[in-house]
């Protein structure tokens, strides 16, 4: 009975930045590993990020350099810091916890 609520996402500028946050409830948060994913209209659910319980991070070369996910587990919450944002990271964001379950997803809208 886990529940995963994005919250963050809006229209921003190419070149800004822009934190989405997860809230997960039901679950014991600390031992699930969390991952960020998203959506593009028209394109496949790609993976962006993920976590470890141990605070290990790994990224999708798409957004290398530019994402990072951290988590803290005191909140129950997983970030996702954006970057020098580019029109092409336009999509639907979702949390994801990997016990498989997903969030209801956030919109991010990068124009030029």
């Known amino acids: 009975q886990v529940q995963l609520v994005e919250s963050g996402g809006g229209l921003v500028q190419a070149g800004g930045s822009l934190r989405l946050s997860c809230v997960a409830s039901?679950?014991?948060?600390?031992?699930?590993?969390m991952g960020w994913y998203r959506q593009a209209p028209g394109k496949q659910r790609e993976w962006v990020a993920t976590?470890?319980?141990?605070?290990?991070?790994n990224y999708a070369n798409s957004v290398k350099g530019r994402f990072s996910i951290s988590r803290d587990n005191a909140k129950n919450t997983v970030y996702l810091q954006m970057n020098s944002l580019k029109p092409e990271d336009t999509a639907v964001y979702y949390c994801y916890d990997y016990s498989n379950r997903w969030g209801q997803g956030t919109q991010v809208t990068v124009s030029s």
């Open positions: 039901g679950s014991r948060f600390s031992i699930n590993a």
């Open positions: 976590i470890t319980t141990g605070g290990g991070t």
